[in-house]
């Protein structure tokens, strides 16, 4: 038994009518929101060839992240002695 073969129209099913969408259609609605939601993250060509997998990528991405709270906000580390010879 052979399938129907199914013709391409422009038009819309029968169970749906124009007056369904009163703001009409508008292609790429939802585009801007899908955009901002969105994690995905397009590599530069050159980029991606240093890294071959994206395992490759978070493990420097980690080390970078770590090496910058080493060295972005040194400690404090003065005591409470010191503390008190520089009040007095």
């Known amino acids: 038994?052979?399938?129907a073969r199914r013709t391409q129209t422009d038009e819309l099913r029968a169970e749906y009518k124009r007056s369904d969408f009163p703001q009409g259609f508008v292609r790429?609605?939802?585009a801007a929101r899908l955009r901002e939601s969105s994690n995905?993250?397009?590599?530069?060509?050159e980029v991606a060839?240093?890294?071959?997998n994206q395992e490759a990528v978070n493990r420097a991405l980690r080390s970078l992240i770590e090496i910058?709270?080493?060295?972005?906000?040194p400690a404090n580390h003065s005591t409470t002695r010191a503390?008190?010879?520089?009040?007095g």
């Open 28 to 30: 790429g609605k939802y």
């Open 83 to 87: 503390k008190r010879r520089r009040a």
């Open 68 to 73: 910058a709270k080493k060295t972005a906000c």
């Open 1 to 3: 038994m052979k399938k």
């Open 40 to 45: 995905v993250v397009v590599l530069d060509p």
């Open 49 to 52: 060839r240093a890294f071959p």
